[in-house]
């Protein structure tokens, strides 16, 4: 994982590279690949940007897809363990032991999705202030590429 800091103007504008984050491969100028990444922020750093649009491979793409469904099923099960006692009548010690299950499963689930997300994604975006910004890139080749591209602002 390779980190970069880049100290640029208020409004976050990046060149962004031309090959996959997730997996170095050539970009697909296809919409359905595109991923939202979150930006995580310091707590002293005020912004309206919550995310940024990635471009994904097509591989990488269908995999990202894959995991929001698993994403799906996941808040499918806890909302059926959390919501089926109230709207089923399920009162028995059993029923109750099948809806913990289901809830308990919906959040591993999750868990790794999660992560699976990120590792697919490939890019980790932070905000520290104003001006500067950290990106970890999980590819060390996308990473130099992005630090060519935005070299005047790049700080290491």
């Known amino acids: 994982m390779k980190q970069?800091?880049?100290d640029s103007n208020p409004s976050g504008r990046f060149t962004m590279p031309t090959k996959c984050p997730g997996c170095g491969g050539p970009l697909e100028k296809n919409?359905?690949?595109q991923s939202e990444i979150k930006i995580e922020k310091a707590s002293s750093v005020v912004s309206d940007l919550k995310s940024l649009s990635i471009g994904l491979c097509d591989g990488c793409g269908?995999?990202?897809s894959s995991i929001k469904m698993?994403?799906?099923?996941?808040?499918?099960?806890?909302g059926f363990g959390l919501l089926g006692p109230v709207f089923f009548g399920m009162s028995t010690p059993p029923q109750m032991a099948q809806a913990g299950v289901s809830v308990c499963m919906g959040l591993v689930l999750l868990w790794v999705a999660d992560r699976n997300k990120k590792k697919r994604v490939g890019i980790r975006c932070k905000r520290l202030s104003k001006?500067?910004?950290e990106f970890r890139f999980e590819n060390d080749a996308?990473?130099?590429?992005?630090q060519k591209a935005n070299s005047p602002e790049a700080v290491r």
Request: proline content about 4%; cysteine-free; overall charge neutral.
């Open 31 to 33: 919409p359905l690949t």
């Open 131 to 133: 001006r500067e910004w």
């Open 142 to 146: 996308v990473a130099d590429e992005f």
């Open 70 to 78: 698993m994403t799906n099923i996941a808040l499918a099960l806890i």
């Open 62 to 64: 269908k995999k990202l």
């Open 4 to 6: 970069v800091l880049i």
